[in-house]
């Protein structure tokens, strides 16, 4: 939350942002000042045929999913597999595709993703790393109806 509502890493309280560092499925690291520079989505999606985090910019990735669930796009955790310093949790982000994603018409379904992250805290509880695991297209597809090839651009203007 703190990522996306306040623009000034120093600000964040979570997180020791002088040493945070998070990446998704191996990826390259990324630190708090490149999450406020470029956005979590862009940094936690990464480049996919759905998606193209170079063409974005902080806000505009932003609007683009409030407008995609504009009733929320929530995350909780399922289950916490390992206890502090090192958490192992498995999560689910949900939300229902009331708005449009990128041209693509909303389908009023309720869309979900499913994925494990681990965190490593420091002694007063303060993220220091967090590695994501999940599959950003599976998520993408669900908003632009599946294979980019299969459907060619059968889109709706937005």
Not at 23 to 44: D, I, K
Not at 76 to 103: A, I, M, N, Q
Request: include cysteine.
């Amino acid at each position: 939350m703190e990522v996306s509502h306040k623009k000034d890493p120093a600000t964040w309280v979570s997180m020791a942002t002088d040493r945070f560092r998070t990446r998704v499925n191996g990826g390259p690291w990324a630190g708090a000042q490149e999450l406020a520079t470029r956005g979590s989505y862009n940094v936690l999606i990464g480049d996919s045929v759905f998606y193209r985090p170079d063409e974005e910019s902080f806000e505009s990735s932003h609007s683009t999913f409030l407008r995609s669930f504009s009733k929320g796009f929530f995350w909780e955790v399922l289950k916490v597999l390992s206890p502090p310093p090192v958490l192992t949790v498995k999560w689910r982000h949900w939300g229902v595709f009331d708005g449009t994603y990128k041209g693509f018409a909303p389908t009023g379904a309720l869309i979900e993703m499913f994925g494990m992250s681990v965190a490593t805290v420091g002694d007063d509880m303060k993220l220091l790393e967090v590695e994501h695991f999940y599959d950003p297209n599976h998520f993408l597809g669900q908003l632009t109806g599946g294979c980019p090839v299969a459907h060619g651009d059968n889109h709706t203007e937005g």
